[in-house]
């Protein structure tokens, strides 16, 4: 099991969102002693609302920020269900981070366009060459009760793909189109930071641990199993079976 610097948990789900926010602002500070800008890929849920409450609420130099989603709902900018839209009500608007260094997945076109358009965005704020892969200082992940991270659901045949930036993918059991890193992507992250709460991570947080070696049933597993750069924030309810 990890140790206690990648592994911490608090009573609660708003404590452990909270100490996770507070987390990431100080590793974004950290890049800034020596970068102009920091990159930071962020993901939706309603633990990750706490979070980004709790980082608005931090003293910080948003405007040297970029940042970018870890996947994103094939739904207009204002629809509930956007991972955009939760960031930007609690996040983007009480921030005020510049609209130039802000990254969205336009969830509002077709799937296969709102794909390859993030994609020319991620290569053309990285500076990427034909083939290269973007570094992003700290990628923010959850784990759903299936084990999913981003969008790699279990048995996603792109859980295979380590070359590709994002792409579209369907999901079948949320009758869903999605569009998402790859794990290529995740796996070069300098950081990457899980957070969850509730008794139903229970089971799929042990399963990524203790579970046979197998990113195609527990995709959480990408860049977390083994990984000296992945920190996990937990409440007691999600760490209880560790």
Request: proline share 7%; aromatic share 8%; glycine share 8%.
């Amino acid at each position: 099991m990890m140790d206690d610097e990648h592994f911490r948990v608090a009573a609660t789900a708003e404590q452990t969102a909270g100490a996770c926010g507070a987390w990431i602002i100080g590793e974004l500070e950290l890049i800034l002693r020596s970068s102009d800008f920091a990159t930071l890929a962020i993901s939706g849920g309603s633990t990750p609302k706490l979070m980004f409450n709790a980082m608005a609420a931090l003293p910080f130099d948003w405007s040297r920020l970029q940042i970018f989603w870890v996947d994103e709902r094939c739904v207009p900018p204002d629809d509930a269900q956007s991972n955009y839209k939760l960031a930007k009500e609690h996040l983007l608007d009480r921030t005020h981070i510049p609209p130039r260094n802000v990254h969205r997945i336009r969830g509002e076109q077709p799937p296969e366009e709102a794909a390859a358009d993030y994609i020319e965005e991620i290569r053309s704020s990285f500076g990427l060459g034909a083939g290269q892969l973007p570094s992003f200082d700290i990628i923010h992940r959850g784990i759903g009760d299936d084990a999913h991270t981003a969008s790699l659901f279990p048995g996603e045949p792109l859980i295979g793909d380590r070359t590709g930036i994002a792409a579209h993918v369907y999901v079948e059991k949320l009758h869903m189109h999605r569009v998402t890193l790859l794990p290529g992507v995740l796996m070069t992250a300098k950081k990457t930071v899980i957070l969850a709460a509730g008794a139903d991570k229970a089971d799929p947080i042990v399963n990524v641990f203790r579970g046979p070696e197998d990113p195609f049933k527990f995709p959480c597993q990408i860049a977390t199993r083994g990984a000296h750069n992945a920190f996990w924030f937990l409440d007691e309810s999600a760490a209880a079976k560790l």
